[in-house]
């Protein structure tokens, strides 16, 4: 059955903060995304990976880092969080469609 | 630039069916996505097209069409758990790895 986690499901920070998401699949995709989804923006790219340690910025990436050391995790990484990064995350991963996780709700104060 | 535009409401009756609309506007074309998404819940995948026509899949099924730039997505005899927003999504022509530009999503409200 084909699955893409992800942890936490919910997450409080303070400002300033490091935040770490992580995203797993079980389908040996190479290519796996990091996207984030607000009211009246949807959802927004984030962090492209194509493969272990093969990384590109997407749309928005200023404010995040990512992380692919083996083909199955993906993390997304928040240095000095802020509050406007508070959203829901979602994790996606693909060989022809994409897969999503369920999400992690992020709350920055 | 490239954009994917879609209602933002659409209210139904039960039993009945519902279309959701889909414009884009892409530098190239490589397919589109048709995603379901509960409130609370991640997209979930329904369809992708990337040929002109109708494509059917029972109770749901999706339009195509490329010179216009054009897709729907058909619910058929809607039932209340239809209710849910329904959001496209367009990946550009050579740009696999790129992701998908996803519109807002269409909220469908399904009443008895």
């Known amino acids: 059955d084909m699955k893409v986690t992800q942890m936490p499901r919910y997450l409080i920070k303070r400002m300033g903060e490091n935040v770490l998401l992580e995203c797993g699949q079980d389908?040996?995709?190479?290519?796996m995304y990091w996207y984030r989804q607000d009211p009246g923006l949807g959802l927004q790219l984030i962090y492209i990976?194509?493969?272990?340690?093969?990384?590109s910025e997407g749309d928005i990436p200023k404010g995040y880092r990512v992380s692919r050391k083996k083909r199955e995790h993906f993390s997304l990484i928040l240095d000095s969080a802020k509050t406007n990064q508070t959203s829901v995350y979602f994790c996606?991963?693909?060989?022809?469609?994409?897969?999503f996780g369920p999400g992690t709700r992020l709350l920055v104060l | 630039g490239q954009g994917v535009e879609q209602p933002d409401n659409l209210m139904s009756v039960e039993g009945t069916f519902a279309r959701v609309n889909c414009t884009y506007s892409?530098?190239?074309?490589?397919?589109l996505s048709w995603y379901q998404q509960r409130e609370g819940h991640a997209p979930v995948f329904l369809s992708y097209?990337?040929?002109?026509g109708l494509k059917d899949s029972g109770h749901f099924s999706t339009f195509l069409s490329r010179s216009n730039g054009y897709s729907y997505l058909l619910l058929t005899e809607l039932q209340i758990k239809d209710s849910a927003s329904y959001l496209c999504?367009?990946?550009?022509?050579?740009?696999?790895?790129?992701?998908?530009?996803f519109g807002l999503g269409t909220r469908v409200s399904v009443f008895p």
């Open positions: 996606a991963s693909s060989a022809d469609t994409q897969y």
């Open positions: 389908m040996s995709h190479e290519t």
């Open positions: 990976s194509y493969d272990v340690d093969s990384n």
């Open positions: 892409t530098s190239g074309f490589n397919g």
């Open positions: 097209v990337v040929l002109d």
């Open positions: 999504a367009v990946r550009d022509r050579g740009n696999y790895a790129q992701g998908l530009t």
